[in-house]
């Protein structure tokens, strides 16, 4: 080899080596540009999340500003680029409309008779007509065809609903009764927008100036897109079961069946495009739509996807919108431009309320409600901007009009904390403003509960309750014993329906049965000695176990009630052991806990019914358990009730935290009992029980003892020794800042609804004889600074 050639390698490697190290540069330069995106995105959010404002807003300004930026701007001229950033939103595109898709149950369709979708169908029904006919007048020269105006009527119509229902988590009223209605709502409005979308795709090409298309092509786009929703819904199925099947949860995902399934989805997905030039994007919605939702795989690919949207496609999303629609080309200094924003803007808001509010007067919901749904079911998303965008893309607008559009989406978008809040101050006036738990009531006030039975078995044991909750005989106590009765098809087809207070009696023999038990053991121990100072009303929680919570709630708000006190689940044995109990009335139970306006009372009846309680002598031997914490301030509270009965002799047992002798133990103790919220909390528990301890234990009426214990395990075996000591105890079901006694117990409690303290002394394995009263303090306090986040206004 001569030198030259030599020579002539030599530069040929130098220049390829040259030009690769430059590509690599340059990809190293755009990552950093794209992780600036990110960065900008977070640190804005951060100002407007004050503001209660979506991370879409700090996403839209950061990218629209950077990318008109000249030295950016410059840089991303290159045709190379801006095709790359094209790919990477058509592809996100697709996969975001496949998701929104995914997520829509296919049996949707079978619930137009709901109240969401009546409030959908007319939003969308009124919204689609009067844009239908004031479109027109935005003067768009570029698109003054009847098939473009009647499409973007169907976008002015439409809701976003991924970005409507993550509004509506993020603002805290996701599990309210309007929050879950205007979710659901906005589903089907989605839903119906974006198929009269795919039907319009079909009837008129936007690719050729939507003319119609011809008859042949309409038949035969029809014909595959139908089969392709076929194969989706009828041998997707098979397919993701096969590979559920195989890769069951907990075990890693095989590769090849992963690799399977993304293929298969991909291939469905393509199909019609491929074979009839139909939309990528909305024949990927379609084929979401029939797809199954449920199972590994589906669940994944919606994680996967959605953590690349929020990761790596929404700030690159609106940097691909500045890039293609210029600031220097939006028309600001015309009224027109405005008066368009302006116009779209209050085309779909007043298409929605006045929808939202004709179909609210037919369903009989109050006018602000039904305005606050057609507001937020107006929010527009990610998907409306991106066919704004394309509009001046394929020259149907100019590019200050599509300008105009994603400036009237965001408008949407920006009210939306401030209907939630109005939808919170609402809320919040119709809250109860007092708290309604033992704790707060006058000694020298009448005590009002609410005693829950399940059956005759229950009647002993909520008899002798109520004897030593009475406390003083005067004012004494008014207790509504409500029968939880089970509404069966066997109970709805015995019932009467009468005029007056009582409007339904049921005739069922076995429930007829059971309520003259209940009442006749109570009244035998009403008119006995020991009857004075209990006032009793008889009611009727008739329901199905699902809906009995709201029965039971709603008696103790109308009724002013303070505890309500429930049955265990479980039934103590002839063996003295607890069966396995009801399942259903266990759900009952954990619901009220949730859902109850005043405070709650479990009782586990081992003995205390069969107890005979006497006024000249000790029958009753009674211990409240005292750690912290607002349900343990109950459970004191209710001890000084009992305290005045003469047959029971009480004990307050309190457990306070002894520093450990090591360092590192002793650092941990100080540490947590320094934090503000723990100071508080102790304060409070020191000024509670300061006051029980003058008036009960200081006149010698009730017996104290402390006990110094380190941590849980102690706690657990000063528990095991109290078994044969007492027949009732107090103790209150949680709420305890100082959970250092208590740590660890959570993890394998096998009833959590009675809490740690109350699960070990209510097992199977301790004292057969020992009755267990778990009480929770009822609380104002929730997410929304005094209401509680499944709040109903509706």
């Known amino acids: ?232 819904a009828k041998v997707t199925p098979l397919i993701m079961n096969w590979v559920n099947r195989e890769n069951p949860e907990g075990k890693p995902m095989k590769c090849s069946h992963l690799v399977l399934a993304v293929a298969y989805v991909v291939m469905i997905c393509s199909f019609s495009p491929l074979c009839v030039k139909y939309n990528k994007i909305l024949s990927s919605f379609l084929a979401g739509v029939f797809m199954p939702r449920d199972g590994r795989i589906a669940k994944m690919m919606i994680i996967q996807i959605n953590y690349f949207f929020n990761a790596i496609f929404y700030p690159l999303f609106f940097f691909w919108v500045g890039t293609e629609a210029q600031f220097r080309q939006f028309q600001a200094g015309k009224l027109q431009t405005w008066a368009r924003i302006a116009f779209v803007f209050l085309i779909a808001t007043v298409g929605k309320l006045i929808g939202a509010w004709l179909s609210g007067l037919m369903l009989g ?35 200050s009009t599509s300008l105009a559009l994603v400036f009237a989406t965001l408008l949407t978008i920006i009210y939306a904390p401030l209907v939630v809040s109005s939808i919170i101050q609402r809320a919040r006036r119709h809250a109860p ?179 005979v309680l006497s006024r000249t002598a000790i029958s009753l031997y009674a211990a409240v358990i005292f750690i912290g914490g607002k349900d343990d301030r109950e459970a004191l509270a209710f001890a000084g009730r009992v305290a005045c009965h003469p047959g029971v002799k009480l004990t307050v047992i309190r457990f306070l935290l002894e520093p450990a002798g090591d360092s590192v133990s002793s650092l941990v103790t100080m540490a947590r009992a320094n934090t503000l919220e723990h100071q508080e909390e102790m304060k409070v528990d020191d000024e509670c029980f300061a006051d029980f301890y003058d008036r009960h234990v200081a006149g010698g009426h009730v017996a104290y003892m402390e006990k110094y214990l380190t941590n849980s395990g102690q706690t657990f075996s000063t528990l095991r020794s109290l078994e044969a000591q007492h027949g009732l105890f107090i103790v209150g079901r949680g709420g305890r800042v100082n959970s250092l006694l208590t740590v660890g117990m959570n993890d394998w409690e096998e009833c959590p609804e009675l809490g740690p303290i109350g699960d070990i002394l209510s097992a199977s394995d301790f004292s057969v004889t020992a009755s267990v009263f778990v009480i929770q303090q009822h609380s104002l306090k929730g997410e929304l600074d005094g209401l509680q986040e499944e709040f109903s206004i509706m």
């Open 365 to 399: 919901f109050h006018w602000q409600d039904s305005l606050a749904t057609g507001l937020l079911l107006n929010i527009k998303g990610h998907f409306h901007v991106y066919l704004a965008i394309m509009a001046s893309t394929m020259n149907y607008t100019s590019v």
């Open 1 to 232: 080899m001569d030198i030259g050639n030599w020579r002539n390698m030599t530069n040929a490697a130098l220049c390829t080596n040259g030009s690769m190290t430059f590509r690599l540069a340059t990809v190293a330069v755009y990552m950093l540009g794209f992780f600036f995106i990110v960065f900008l995105c977070n640190f804005l959010h951060i100002f407007l999340r004050r503001l209660s404002q979506p991370r879409i807003f700090s996403e839209c300004i950061v990218g629209l500003f950077l990318s008109n930026l000249p030295m950016i701007r410059k840089h991303t001229k290159a045709e190379g680029i801006r095709n790359t950033i094209e790919y990477v939103v058509e592809v996100a595109m697709v996969l975001h409309m496949f998701v929104v898709g995914l997520e829509v149950d296919p049996n949707i369709f079978l619930e137009i008779h709901l109240p969401e979708a009546k409030v959908a169908y007319s939003g969308v029904l009124t919204t689609f007509v009067m844009a239908s006919f004031l479109t027109p007048f935005l003067d768009i020269p570029e698109a003054a065809s009847v098939p473009f105006n009647l499409c973007l009527s169907v976008i002015v119509s439409g809701t976003a609903s991924p970005l409507l229902t993550r509004l509506i988590t993020d603002l805290k009223i996701g599990k309210s009764d309007i929050g879950r209605f205007v979710v659901s709502a906005g589903v089907h409005t989605d839903l119906v927008a974006t198929l009269l979308i795919c039907i319009g795709f079909v009837v008129f090409d936007p690719l050729d100036g939507f003319y119609y298309r011809s008859v042949k092509t309409v038949v035969s786009m029809v014909s595959l897109v139908a089969f392709e929703m076929l194969v989706a």
């Open 433 to 611: 403003t007092q708290r309604m738990a033992l704790q707060w009531v006058s000694p020298s006030s009448e005590l009002r509960m609410l005693v829950c039975l399940h059956g005759a078995q229950h009647a002993g044991g909520a008899a002798n309750l109520m004897a030593i909750s009475r406390g003083p005989s005067d004012p004494g106590i008014v207790v509504h014993l409500t029968d939880m009765v089970e509404l069966t098809d066997r109970i709805a087809a015995t019932l009467a329906h009468n005029e007056g207070m009582d409007a339904v009696t049921v005739t069922d023999p076995k429930v007829v049965e059971m309520r003259e038990q209940i009442t006749n053991g109570v009244n035998s121990y009403l008119d006995g000695e020991d009857g004075d100072g209990i006032t009793t009303h008889r009611m009727l929680a008739l329901s199905t176990l699902s809906n009995m919570h709201q029965d039971v709630c709603i008696l103790a708000e109308d009724l002013s009630i303070s505890l309500i006190v429930l049955p265990f689940h479980k039934q103590q044995e002839p063996g003295g052991r607890l069966n396995l109990g009801h399942v259903g009335f266990r759900h009952v139970n954990r619901k009220i806990l949730r859902h109850a306006p005043c405070s709650v009372g479990i009782l586990v009846d081992r003995g205390l019914g069969a107890t």
